[in-house]
Structure formats: C-alpha cells, structure tokens
C-alpha cells in the first residue's frame, strides 16, 4: 500500500518535471560527449557544488536583485493602475496618453537601459527605475481594458440609481478590472527579475547581473552558471506564485 | 466625409497626446533641461538621418532585423510542434508547461554564453530571440488550443474521431486567433532577444551600436539606435495588427 502511494508520487514529480530532467540530461551528456573544460561549459554538478559551497555569495547578490525586482515591480503597478484610474475619470487624458503608451510600449525597452542609465546615474535607484518602467506598461494596459470590461447592464443601473463616479469607481470598476490587474502582476513579476538582472549586468555595482557579469570576465564559469540557475529559480517561483494568485483573484471575482 | 479623415474623437486626442510629447522631448532636449545626455528630438533625426552614416544604419538594421526574423521563425516553429504535440498526446501538457515556463524564466543575458557555445558566433541573436519567441507563441496557442467548446469536442468523439483528427479539424483551427496573436505579441520580444544576443560579440547590428555608443559617450548615436530599434519594432507590429484582424475575420 504505502509502495504504491509512493510509486504515484514519482510517477507525478516526473509527469509535471519531465522537461527539466530532460534538459538536466541532456547538459551532461552534451558536457561529457564533448568533454569540455569546466571553464568553457560546467556540468550541472559542478555548478550544484559551487552553489553549496559558496551560499553567501549568492544570497547576498538574490537579496539585492530580488528587492529591486521587488520594489520595481509595486512602483510600476502602482504608477501603471493610477494612471489607468486616471484616464477612467477623463476621456481627454486618455486620448492624450493611451496613443503614447502603446507607442513607447512597442519600444525594446532594454535599448531605453544605456540612456535611462546615462540620464539618472549609474546607481540602484536607477535599477529600480528601469524595473518600473518595464513593469508599468502592462499594469497600465490591462488596468484600462479591465476598467471598461463591465458586465453588461451594470454601468445603467449605476446611472439610474444616480451613483457617484467616485462610487462607481469603488463598487464597480475596480472590482470590475482586478482579474485583469492579476494577470499584469504575473506578466510583470517574471519579467521584474529579469530586468533587474539586466540593468544590474550593464550598469551594476552589485546583484545577480553584476556577479554574472564579473564570474563571466574572469572565466568562473560555474558561478556565472550558478548564478543564472538561482535567477531562473527566483522568477519560476514568482510567475508560479502570481499564476496561483491570478487564478484565486479569478475564482472571487469573476 | 470629415469623419473618415477623423474617425472619432480620440483619434484628434491621440495626434495631440502624440504630438506634446514630441514637443516636451523637444524642449526639454533644446534647453538641456535633463543635461547632455538627451538631446533634443531634432538633433537626434538630424544625426540618424545624415548620409554618411547611411551604410553604418543600413548595416546594422540588416544584421539585426534577419537574427530577429530566424529566431522568430525558429521560435514560432519550436513553440507551435510543442504545442500541437502536447494537444495529442495530453500526458505530456503539465511537464511542457512547467518546462516552457522554466525556459522562459532563464535570464536572457545567461543564454548569450550558452549559445555561443551550442551554435556559432553569428547565430546567437537568432538562438536568444527564438527563446522569447518560443514561450510567447507556446503559451498563446495552447491557450487556443484549449477554447474550443466542450459541446464539439464531445461531437468528434462520439463520432469516434481520432485526436489527431480532432486536432486537425477542431482545435487547430479554433486557435488560428490566438497563434496569430502570439505571433504579433513575440515580435518585439525577438528584437529584444537578437539584440541581447548581439552584446555577446556579434560582428554588427543595433546591439552593438547600442553597447559602443554607451560605452563611448556617443549620445546622438545611442538615441538613433534606440530610434531604429522602436521603428522596427512598431513597422512589424502595424503588419502584424492588420494580419491579426483579418485571421479573426476569417476564423470567429
């Protein structure tokens, strides 16, 4: 009995992980079928080593990125829904600025980094700029397209029982755009790792980029794979956890 | 008549919201209101635009506009089988998820190296691009995949359909939208990856022109990369958008 509940679980860490050990496998191979020099391609296992022998080091640089991404990330939804409430109240603000947006939005944002670096200083907050902007732009479009997605006939009865903008905003429109503004959490939270890491290898002092960008530079490959192993961790755990979220905003609100 | 030229109200808007911040860039570019490193709107043109740095654009927009195109072909192709695969044989759906997903979440600066190693110099970009593409293309096809009614899908299989009947005449034609989105949405992201892959020691392109002026202080050069950047990525999108609507035309 408890052999074959054990039997299960193996058979469903491998249905849901068979991507991974597959990827897993076939770096080995590629890495002993080639022998390669450690310095030009590590084995998975020589990175796994680094990574438990040197976990301050990585800590260190995750704490760092990962609260950029962070902080990032809030700024940019909170810029992104405010301006989305905003251009609600005001059909003339949302004609000046939607046509913008979509524009800038079109823009690779990673070429925006070297300038955006060279205006503001080569510093953090200049990384948390960076992740703001990348995450504002889907804040901003969802929250807009879920401010006006209302169910049907619901805006009349506001009207008719002479509801306030203000209240309609509170008891409509908002609860009306939140599934929306779940979905650019989690389009938004992956990338926010990612941008920060970025920035970080261009411009930083410190972080996951900068640490890869150094260990890059003086041919510690491990540790340059190491590091992109955690930062792949970090925004899987993130883009899991804002799924799962995204799917309980959409089981209570809709 | 006047309503064709001016479709609506928020058409005028959008020329004006448009236009003032073209005009703001401009002033502040012209007094140097943000200091030396944005120069006005003017200034940048007038350097994009001067023939003698016609062949350096045209070199680079070259460069960089074909890694995009294979790795978004490449990626399209590579997410579209995986998706298809897994629509006939279900088993296999949660892995692929979790596998794109982890795919995707692999920094894009880490690809550079590892390309390198796996395909040549030259074929980075392509190889970072058709990433991105990949899990964008993926993600919004199986999503398509999957919207067909449950009332025809419980049609072919009383008739004793096969999968891969039904996939051909069911659900593949129902996500002909959402593949058609993907592929408008995976654009910019392949001009993002091709130029990432282009830092990792590509001969020429955008990349490259971005990574020199920077590291050489050449203002008007890096605003006219970033420029070429936007305007290939908007030109593509626009043909896009039109393919789009006419697919959802065609197939809802």
Known sequence: MENKIHKNRIISFINLNWGIILILILWEFWVVVNDFNPIV?????????????????????????????????????????????????????????????????????????????????????????????????????????GLRALPP????????????????????????????????????????????????????????????????????????????????????????????FENNVKKRFT | MLSQIFPNKNFIYGILGLTSFFIFWQIIGHFQLAGLSLPSLTDVLNFLFDPERHALFIRAIGATFQSAVMGFLAGALVGIFLASSVQILPILKNGSDRFAAVINSVPSIALGPIFLILIDREATPAGVASIHVFFIVYVSMSSGLSSASREHEDLFTIFGASRIKQFWSLNLPYSAPAIVSGLRLSWPAALIGAIIGEWFGAARGIGILIINAMQNFQINLLWSAVLLAAMMSLLFFGLMTFFERLTYQRFR
């Open chain 1, 153 to 244: 006939g619901s805006q009349d009865l506001f009207t008719s029982l002479g509801a306030s903008r203000i209240s309609t905003l509170k008891k409509l429109a908002l609860p009306a755009a939140f599934p929306n503004l779940a979905i650019a959490l989690r389009l938004a939270a992956a990338h926010a790792i990612l941008a920060a890491m970025i920035a970080e290898f261009l411009m930083g002092t410190n972080g996951l980029g900068y640490l890869f960008a150094v260990t890059k530079q003086e041919f510690l490959t491990e540790r340059a794979f190491g590091t992109s192993v955690i930062a792949t961790v970090i925004s899987v755990i993130a883009f899991l956890a804002s799924s799962h």
């Open chain 1, 41 to 145: 391609m590590p084995s998975p296992e020589g990175v796994l080593l680094d990574l438990i022998q040197n976990p301050i080091i990585y800590i260190e640089n995750s704490a760092v990125t990962f609260s950029i991404a962070v902080v990032g990330l809030f700024g940019g939804m909170l810029i992104g829904t405010t301006l989305a409430i905003m251009t609600w109240f005001s059909p003339l603000l949302s004609g000046l600025i939607n046509p913008t947006a979509v524009l800038l939005s079109s823009v690779p944002v990673v070429s925006l980094i070297p300038i955006i670096a060279r205006i503001l200083g080569y510093n953090m907050a200049t990384e948390i700029i960076l992740v703001v902007i990348i995450t504002f732009f889907p804040s901003f479009v969802f929250t807009t397209a």
